[in-house]
């Protein structure tokens, strides 16, 4: 019975703890990724020209990310929740996947996997379902789009550099 009461207030300092640490970690990218304000310049994976600019907004609470230069632009916006950092992309397609991140351990590599989407009408429409940003330095990042359609992956990747 004493080893109960001891580990239930041991198990929960270290589950508070954990969430802690996941509010810091949304923190840190949400700053990293308002970090990218500004226009960016590069190329897409099948050679086109491309260009996003990335717009700090709302107080501060959103960033708004702007990409020209494919088929249709496109707007994704990115903001904390509680202790999560989410996504939510305008999509081409019709549809608004929301994406959570998770940040590689150095902070350089910030991936947002799939949550859900509204105008989905199954998960076998197309639709955005992985976002990689990899920051190379302070003017130079990449960004790798998953499109998901009827169960097939098609990539983009774009080579970008702040505009100066």
């Known amino acids: 019975m004493k080893t109960l009461r001891f580990a239930i207030p041991v198990i929960t300092l270290l589950l508070g703890a ?10 840190t990218s949400f700053a990293t990724l308002k970090s990218l304000a500004g226009t960016w310049q590069g190329k897409a994976s099948d050679g086109h020209s491309v260009q ?13 990310s702007e990409i020209q230069g494919m088929h249709d632009d496109m707007i994704t916006m990115f903001h ?3 202790d999560r ?10 549809n608004q996947p929301r994406m959570v991140a998770t940040a590689s351990p150095d902070g350089k590599v910030i991936t947002f996997d799939f ?26 990042h990449t960004e790798e789009w998953d499109f998901v359609s009827q169960g097939k992956e098609m990539k983009a990747m774009f080579d970008l550099q702040r505009e100066k």
């Open 18 to 27: 954990s969430t802690a640490l996941f509010a810091l970690d949304a923190q």
């Open 52 to 64: 996003v600019s990335y717009r700090v907004t709302a107080n501060g609470s959103a960033l708004m």
């Open 80 to 82: 904390l929740d509680g």
């Open 85 to 94: 950092l989410l996504l939510t992309h305008y999509c081409a397609a019709g």
């Open 115 to 140: 949550l859900d989407a509204t105008n989905l009408s199954t998960p076998q429409t197309g639709h955005m379902h992985r976002v990689v940003l990899t920051m190379i330095d302070p003017d130079h």
